[in-house]
């Protein structure tokens, strides 16, 4: 019951945040504080909300809980986390409006229907740094594709002589904050490949096959991309199809293993 009544205050704070950030000029200025700053302290009381239903979530008294739906929590809120450090900084209200609503979502989906996938005991720390860093990096690369997206819309509103969207900023910082998120993102998914090839003991086994595969492509997509970047310019269309295709790669071998898995063969 503790739980739940958390969990709702978690799904209330982020659409209510939601709405200040799409709507700065509705609703009334508490304690002062512009909408933007007000916008930052409900997300800040959100994540808060959010970690503390993971943390009773995922630690169970059986071991760590990594069932597909929370596993979607645990990324939904590394996303969250992400996009409120950059928030605080960058001019990313489009993004803001798209995904903490869909944060909310993933926070009652996990909810309503919990699942179970508990970690070995004993599991290595290098396993756990292994499965933090991914988690943060997906959650970098989700927010780089939607942002691929939104640079893609502007793009086409642009050539197309449409007016672009109002909330929506300039493309050059649009497409500079695209590439800081995969190129940071890019480096943190190095690191976990690199953690996680030193406990490979048995592919078939560990069911890690086509996790691998996904995860090495994907990595050669992002990589492909900011050698692009770097070494010929490339920007622009180039640059979101390589983000989005990379995500899907990535996407694949991250939640698809785990659909098969648990929701399919129900191994846990």
């Known amino acids: 019951m503790q739980n739940m009544s958390i969990a709702l205050a ?7 945040a939601s709405v200040r950030i799409a709507k700065p000029s509705t609703g009334n200025n508490f304690a002062g504080m512009a909408p933007r700053y007000q916008a930052i302290a409900l ?8 970690g503390t239903v993971l943390y009773f979530t995922i630690f169970a008294a059986n071991g760590i809980n990594l069932g597909i739906f929370n596993t979607a929590s645990l ?3 590394c996303i969250g986390a992400s996009l409120l450090l950059i928030f605080m900084w960058r001019p990313i209200d489009s993004l803001a409006i798209v995904i903490f609503p869909i944060i909310a979502v993933m926070i009652a989906v996990a909810f309503v229907f919990p699942s179970s996938h508990f970690l070995p005991p004993g ?6 740094l292994h499965i933090i860093l991914s988690l943060i990096a997906y959650g970098l ?7 691929a997206i939104y640079l893609g819309i502007a793009d086409y509103k642009l050539r197309h002589h449409h007016p672009s969207m109002e909330f929506m900023p300039p493309l050059p910082t649009m497409e500079n904050v695209l590439f800081q998120l995969t190129g940071f993102a890019f480096g943190l998914l190095t690191v976990s490949l690199v953690l996680g090839s030193m406990y490979i003991a048995d592919i078939r086994a560990q069911h ?7 995860s090495l492509l994907a990595w050669g997509v992002f990589a492909i991309l900011i050698v692009g970047r770097w070494r010929f310019g490339w920007r622009g ?10 995500f899907v790669l990535l996407a694949l071998g991250f939640f698809g293993t785990k659909v098969v898995l ?6 846990v």
């Open 75 to 77: 990324v939904s809120w």
């Open 262 to 267: 648990e929701l399919i063969l129900h191994r």
């Open 10 to 16: 978690a799904i209330v704070l982020y659409l209510t």
């Open 43 to 50: 997300l800040a009381a959100a994540a808060i909300a959010h």
């Open 141 to 147: 690369f989700a927010i780089a594709a939607v942002q």
């Open 208 to 214: 890690l096959a086509h996790k691998i595969v996904f």
């Open 237 to 246: 269309r180039r640059a979101i199809k390589y983000v989005i295709f990379g």
């Open 123 to 128: 599991t290595a720390l290098g396993i756990q």
